[in-house]
């Protein structure tokens, strides 16, 4: 289902615009993360400090770094795993 969505809206639109949809898209998952921990309503699931810690600094990350493509986030969360 997902690939078959992405391949119709990349079809669609130009690559300027998947472009920036792939920005906001990662700046609005970092502000998911830092809502799931530190929000009005954080997820129960996350009760480790060292996970709060890693998903709170992932989320900063795609905040505050510039970050283009989806392609990307892999490499992103596992260098903030690794530290």
Same mark, same amino acid.
């Given at each position: 289902f997902?690939? +078959?969505y992405w391949n119709r809206m990349t079809?669609? !639109?130009s690559m300027e615009q998947l472009a920036g949809l792939q920005r906001r898209a990662l700046v609005n998952l970092g502000g998911c993360l830092i809502a799931r921990v530190d929000g009005k309503s954080p997820v129960e699931y996350l009760d480790d400090p060292v996970t709060k810690d890693t998903v709170?600094? !992932?989320g900063w990350n795609l905040l505050? %770094?510039?970050h283009e493509?989806?392609?990307d986030l892999? %490499? +992103?969360i596992m260098n903030r795993i690794d530290h």
């Open positions: 997902l690939t +078959t079809e669609s !639109i709170r600094a !992932i505050n %770094e510039p493509y989806w392609e892999p %490499e +992103t």
